[in-house]
Structures are given as structure tokens and as C-alpha cells.
């Protein structure tokens, strides 16, 4: 592909994504199984321009708008590349190109290279959107916009070692002997972190079920559930049921992991990827509100994790997208979700079982706030301070009396993690 025809594909993209609701990585992944012809260079260089405009789109946005400019998707990649207008004419020509800039928008770009502005807000600096201003410096105060600068970066690739099959040292060293460059996570026991890597599914290790994909924080949010073998355990929100493996493979098999979600379709990739890891523990069900099969587990589990849907404002490295479909109306929306399933969810915990709660939010409306609102109705449940629990091995706790993670500080996912017990 010529750098016309890149930047083309990167604009029609854009402007998918803008007007649609699929994934980024979705529309991505399918304009490349259509257009074929396109190398694995045009591929990169193409994703790679459509993230970065999604990256930068609040900065440039408010940058546009201070000149009067609509910010148009074509405007916003052209933005992004970083071109000179007169090499942006020059691809023109091109076939397969876009048109050459008109004179409002050279103007624009023109204005553009400059440097921002001193007086430009910190939400649009650091790229995410002002009405959650607010809200996020609740929880980084006067570090809020180093904290989201952070979500410009791109998210690293983290694995975890089955240990139903291998254990993170092996999983290194055949790695290495693969020629793929890996470490130890700095804090999970059982992860690594691959240093680039953009085909997981050529991974050996992968297909044989020796290591999953999984964030490092979400890997400690596992750990912190506190499950052994012999447990009963509940993953309340399972998803495509990446915590209900790492928790099977904890418990050694021994015991039952009950992987339920009320969307069956999600679901329907832990079956494979269970008998990928050897996990015969996991037994996975579609529930729904008032499912009266859940009466029969009520009050006997040990262990119960709710994994809430919420507004996945951790995982912006990796859904940048993410940041401008969000509204007010979903966020309240979220919060009374969140609240409906740790009640529902509380009702299984045994007297002195466990209950934990978890995010990929970095929003305060959906994790201390939840967990405040759930405790004030619900006096025979408390909080048990992450320090009380938290393994010397894995490093110093990074969060007390929660697990609190951000890209900046700690080099994972957003993620906020509770855990709750309740008394005997």
C-alpha cells in the first residue's frame, strides 16, 4: 500500500468506529481479513494511525474547536500523521489516496504543528473526556493527569502460567528457547510479560494451554479470592471465563468452580478453553434474574467474585474508543448493575465466606462507592484490608484497605479490587 492509501484506510476506519459501537480491534481485524493485499507493515502502520488519532482525539478535538474547525474524522486522522500539508498534497496523486487537504483544513493542520497551548485543559491533555474531571481527581487528586497521560501508552501483553501444566519458570524458558523475549510480572507469582509480541495465537504455549492471556492485575485480583482446593467457588460475572481458569487452576482442580453470566454467548469460549487447560472443575451456566437454581447454592459458597460490568475506564490503553462512548446515562447505568449483582451475589457467600469485588474502573461512583452503598444494607459483611492478605512474596501492597492499580503507578490495567467476609 502507498502512505496515501494507509492514510485512507485509517480514515475510513476511524470513521467506523466514530459512527459505530464494535470494538476498534474488531473493525480492525476485520478490514484485514478483506483487503488481503495489504502487508503485514501496511496492517501495523494503518492500526497504529488509527489508535494514536483515537489517542490524541480529546486534545485534538479541543484544538479544532478553538479554531472554529468541525473535527471531522478525515481532519482528525490527517491531524494525527503528523504530515506536512504538502506532503498530504502530494500524496493526492495518489491512487487510492485522499483528496488533497482544502484550504480550511491546511489551515487547521497549519495551526496544528504549533505547540498546545499553555491554557489547555488537563482532560484534554491527557485525553479523556471533561465530564469525568471530576470524578477521576477523587481518585488521583493532583496526579490525574499524569495518571491518564499513562492511557496514551499502549497496554503491555501479560500472560499467566497455567499451573495445572507448567509453571512460570518453565513457561520462560520455553519461551526463550522460542526466541521470544518474556519476564516474570512484578508482582503475580504466575505472570509473565512479553516484551512485543503481536500474534498471541502463534504461541505454542498458548495452543497447548500452558499460559493464558491475562492482565497482571486482574491475575492478583484472583489470587486475593483466596481460593483452595475442596472450595466451592462462585465467578458471578464469568465473561469468557478468564479469572474462573486462573481460580480452577489454584484450586488444583479439587472443588467446583461455578462460572456463571447472564450472557450466554460470552460463556461459550470457556468450554474450549477450559479443555485447553486441563480445567475439569469449572462448570459454566447461563443465569438469569431470579434464577431459582442459584437458591440452591445460596449460603454455601466459600468463595464468591463479582467481576462487575462497569465502564472499562482501566482498559483505555487498550479500548481507547472506549473513552468517548461512554456517557452519564451509561455510568449511572453501570452503578445500578453493580449494585443488583452484589446483592445477588452476597445472598451465596457461606457465614465466614468470602465476597470480592472488582472493577476495571478507575471511577470512585463504581468501586468505593459501591462497596460503601452494598455495606451500609448489608451489616453482617465487612471489609478485609488487602494488607491482611496480601503475600510478602508478591512485593509491597500496593493498596490498603483496597486494591487500587492504574497504568502510571503501577504498570497494569485499571482495576480496583474488595474483598469482603462475612461474619460467621
Given at each position: 500500500m502507498t502512505p496515501g492509501a494507509r492514510l485512507s484506510a485509517a480514515i475510513e476506519l476511524y470513521q467506523a468506529i466514530t459512527d459505530g459501537r464494535d470494538p476498534a480491534d474488531r473493525l480492525l481485524t476485520n478490514w484485514a481479513r478483506k483487503h488481503r493485499y495489504a502487508?503485514?507493515?501496511?496492517?501495523?502502520?494503518?492500526?497504529?494511525?488509527?489508535?494514536g488519532t483515537l489517542r490524541r482525539a480529546e486534545a485534538l478535538s479541543w484544538r479544532?474547536?478553538?479554531?472554529?474547525?468541525?473535527?471531522?474524522?478525515?481532519?482528525?486522522?490527517?491531524?494525527?500523521?503528523?504530515?506536512a500539508v504538502s506532503d498530504l498534497a502530494a500524496y493526492a496523486s495518489e491512487r487510492f489516496s485522499p483528496p488533497a487537504p482544502d484550504a480550511a483544513e491546511a489551515a487547521a493542520l497549519t495551526a496544528l504543528a504549533?505547540?498546545?497551548?499553555?491554557?489547555?485543559?488537563d482532560?484534554?491533555?491527557?485525553?479523556?473526556?471533561?465530564?469525568l474531571d471530576a470524578s477521576l481527581r477523587r481518585r488521583f487528586g493532583d496526579r490525574t493527569a499524569t495518571e491518564m497521560a499513562?492511557?496514551?501508552?499502549?497496554?503491555?501483553?501479560?500472560?499467566?502460567?497455567?499451573?495445572?501444566?507448567?509453571?512460570?519458570?518453565?513457561?520462560?524458558?520455553?519461551?526463550?528457547?522460542e526466541g521470544i523475549a518474556a519476564k516474570p510480572t512484578a508482582r503475580s507469582p504466575h505472570g509473565l510479560r512479553l516484551d512485543a509480541h503481536d500474534r498471541l495465537d502463534e504461541l505454542a504455549l498458548l495452543r497447548e494451554g500452558l499460559v493464558e492471556p491475562q492482565d497482571e492485575a486482574a491475575q492478583l485480583c484472583a489470587l486475593l479470592v483466596g481460593a483452595e482446593p475442596g472450595m466451592q467457588v462462585v465467578d458471578y460475572c464469568a465473561g469468557a471465563g478468564g479469572k474462573a481458569l486462573a481460580l480452577a487452576a489454584l484450586m488444583r482442580n479439587k472443588g467446583q468452580v461455578y462460572a456463571l453470566d447472564r450472557d450466554p454467548r460470552r460463556l461459550q469460549r470457556l468450554g474450549p478453553r477450559a479443555q485447553r487447560?486441563?480445567?475439569?472443575?469449572?462448570?459454566?451456566?447461563?443465569?438469569?434474574?431470579d434464577d431459582p437454581w442459584l437458591a440452591e447454592l445460596a449460603g454455601r459458597c466459600d468463595r464468591v467474585l463479582v467481576d462487575a460490568p462497569c465502564s472499562g475506564t482501566g482498559t483505555w490503553r487498550r479500548n481507547p474508543e472506549a473513552r468517548f462512548r461512554l456517557t452519564p446515562d451509561m455510568l449511572a447505568a453501570h452503578t445500578r448493575r453493580q449494585d443488583q449483582v452484589l446483592r445477588d451475589a452476597a445472598d451465596l457467600v457461606r457465614p465466614g465466606g468470602r465476597l470480592v469485588y472488582a472493577t476495571c474502573s478507575l471511577l470512585p461512583e463504581e468501586n468505593e462507592d459501591r462497596v460503601a452503598a452494598f455495606l451500609a444494607d448489608?451489616?453482617?459483611?465487612?471489609?478485609?484490608?488487602?494488607?491482611r492478605i496480601w503475600?510478602?512474596?508478591?512485593?509491597?501492597?500496593?493498596?490498603?484497605?483496597?486494591?487500587?492499580?492504574?497504568?502510571?503507578s503501577h504498570d497494569t490495567d485499571g482495576f480496583f479490587t474488595a474483598v469482603l467476609t462475612r461474619q460467621p
Amino acid at each position: 500500500m502507498t502512505p496515501g492509501a494507509r492514510l485512507s484506510a485509517a480514515i475510513e476506519l476511524y470513521q467506523a468506529i466514530t459512527d459505530g459501537r464494535d470494538p476498534a480491534d474488531r473493525l480492525l481485524t476485520n478490514w484485514a481479513r478483506k483487503h488481503r493485499y495489504a502487508g503485514s507493515k501496511d496492517r501495523r502502520a494503518v492500526a497504529d494511525l488509527v489508535y494514536g488519532t483515537l489517542r490524541r482525539a480529546e486534545a485534538l478535538s479541543w484544538r479544532l474547536a478553538r479554531q472554529n474547525a468541525a473535527a471531522t474524522p478525515r481532519l482528525m486522522v490527517l491531524a494525527a500523521s503528523g504530515l506536512a500539508v504538502s506532503d498530504l498534497a502530494a500524496y493526492a496523486s495518489e491512487r487510492f489516496s485522499p483528496p488533497a487537504p482544502d484550504a480550511a483544513e491546511a489551515a487547521a493542520l497549519t495551526a496544528l504543528a504549533d505547540p498546545a497551548p499553555a491554557d489547555m485543559p488537563d482532560w484534554a491533555v491527557a485525553g479523556y473526556p471533561c465530564w469525568l474531571d471530576a470524578s477521576l481527581r477523587r481518585r488521583f487528586g493532583d496526579r490525574t493527569a499524569t495518571e491518564m497521560a499513562a492511557m496514551a501508552g499502549r497496554a503491555p501483553v501479560d500472560l499467566r502460567a497455567n499451573l495445572l501444566k507448567t509453571t512460570r519458570d518453565a513457561a520462560l524458558a520455553q519461551l526463550a528457547a522460542e526466541g521470544i523475549a518474556a519476564k516474570p510480572t512484578a508482582r503475580s507469582p504466575h505472570g509473565l510479560r512479553l516484551d512485543a509480541h503481536d500474534r498471541l495465537d502463534e504461541l505454542a504455549l498458548l495452543r497447548e494451554g500452558l499460559v493464558e492471556p491475562q492482565d497482571e492485575a486482574a491475575q492478583l485480583c484472583a489470587l486475593l479470592v483466596g481460593a483452595e482446593p475442596g472450595m466451592q467457588v462462585v465467578d458471578y460475572c464469568a465473561g469468557a471465563g478468564g479469572k474462573a481458569l486462573a481460580l480452577a487452576a489454584l484450586m488444583r482442580n479439587k472443588g467446583q468452580v461455578y462460572a456463571l453470566d447472564r450472557d450466554p454467548r460470552r460463556l461459550q469460549r470457556l468450554g474450549p478453553r477450559a479443555q485447553r487447560a486441563g480445567a475439569r472443575n469449572i462448570q459454566a451456566r447461563p443465569i438469569k434474574a431470579d434464577d431459582p437454581w442459584l437458591a440452591e447454592l445460596a449460603g454455601r459458597c466459600d468463595r464468591v467474585l463479582v467481576d462487575a460490568p462497569c465502564s472499562g475506564t482501566g482498559t483505555w490503553r487498550r479500548n481507547p474508543e472506549a473513552r468517548f462512548r461512554l456517557t452519564p446515562d451509561m455510568l449511572a447505568a453501570h452503578t445500578r448493575r453493580q449494585d443488583q449483582v452484589l446483592r445477588d451475589a452476597a445472598d451465596l457467600v457461606r457465614p465466614g465466606g468470602r465476597l470480592v469485588y472488582a472493577t476495571c474502573s478507575l471511577l470512585p461512583e463504581e468501586n468505593e462507592d459501591r462497596v460503601a452503598a452494598f455495606l451500609a444494607d448489608h451489616p453482617d459483611f465487612a471489609v478485609l484490608p488487602i494488607a491482611r492478605i496480601w503475600d510478602d512474596a508478591w512485593g509491597p501492597c500496593p493498596g490498603d484497605p483496597y486494591l487500587a492499580l492504574s497504568p502510571a503507578s503501577h504498570d497494569t490495567d485499571g482495576f480496583f479490587t474488595a474483598v469482603l467476609t462475612r461474619q460467621p
